[in-house]
């Protein structure tokens, strides 16, 4: 996990994960390092092909005992080390992903598709942190949080509208949950905010800032 760091995640995902207790802080880094590098595969990629064939690259690694993928890679490394038996979790961020290669705009189907594979990863460190008695509420905030990020960095107008329905659809009731799932609560709580502005970045004002800090320090 040495070699796995922070800085090279969003500003959203930084700031979640300075509230994250350090037994559980490490299963957090995979998680949201894999979901960046996913996200890099979909922006980046010149043709859906190219990038349907790099996330199944990933999804037959991660379907793979940790003693036979390759080595070298510090994210595949450290996930052989945390995510033993929760593996299935991240083969459904991937599959979250792929979900928007289908041609814009995006369906409803495919945004809640999207949230779902996302909010898998957090439902995994929930049963990690032995705190899987919480399973709807990390759902709800999981996917909040994700549909809240898609729409902020979504530029076709038609699409962005059907995310942001999708995701107000889910309500802006804060969710309780256990110390170990605080970075999700940050996350959520930005969601909410970024929800309710139709679609602004989840980092957007200082009163935004500082409630999201709130989150982290209380959780409320």
Partial sequence: MDDLQPGGLPLPDRL???YSPAYIRPAYMCVMALDQRLAQIISQASE???AQMRLAWWRDELAKPPGQRPKGDPLLDAIGEIWRGQEAALRSLVDG??????DPPLPASAAENFAQGR???????ARL????NCEEAVSLAARRWALADLAAKTSNMDEKAEVLATGMALGDVPVRLPRAMRPLLVLDGLARTSLAAGGAPLMHGRR??????????FGR
């Avoid at 909010?119 to 460190?125: E, K, L, P």
């Avoid at 942190?129 to 899987?132: S, T």
């Fill in 16 to 18: 979640a994960l300075a």
């Fill in 48 to 50: 859906p092909l190219l």
């Fill in 97 to 102: 992903w792929e979900e928007l290669l289908n």
């Fill in 119 to 125: 909010a898998a990863g957090f439902a995994a460190i």
């Fill in 129 to 132: 942190a032995r705190a899987d």
């Fill in 208 to 217: 935004n800032l500082l409630s999201a800090m709130r989150l982290g320090l």
